[in-house]
């Protein structure tokens, strides 16, 4: 996981520094997936952050259920954060 985080670190600083063509996936706030205010998606990262939101492309019969099932989890757990963040202000 440290690995994992500190080269996605290094990939945003190099966005934000201008290199172009930083694509890397991460949980962002997005409305490419209608269902959830925030997903797991590929953005292209640029000089002041996320510039552009991809959709996850093509997905198969089951894949989109498995999708489907998990949105009503996801959801909840994203409006649980949104209350604590807001309970501990």
């Known amino acids: 996981m440290a690995y994992t ?16 063509g930083v694509v890397e996936c991460t949980f962002v706030e997005q409305s490419v997936v209608p269902e959830a205010k925030f997903f797991a998606l590929p953005v292209t990262l640029g000089k002041e952050g996320v ?14 259920k498995l999708i489907s ?5 996801l959801v909840a757990q994203a409006e649980k954060g ?5 309970e501990s202000k």
Not at 51 to 64: A, L, M, Q, R
Not at 69 to 73: A, E, I, L, S, V
Not at 82 to 86: D, L, P
């Open 5 to 20: 985080g500190a080269d996605f670190a290094d990939r945003v600083m190099a966005g934000l520094s201008g290199e172009k």
């Open 51 to 64: 510039e552009t939101v991809h959709s996850y492309g093509t997905v198969s019969d089951y894949e989109k």
């Open 69 to 73: 099932d998990m949105m009503p989890d």
């Open 82 to 86: 949104f209350k604590f963040a807001a």
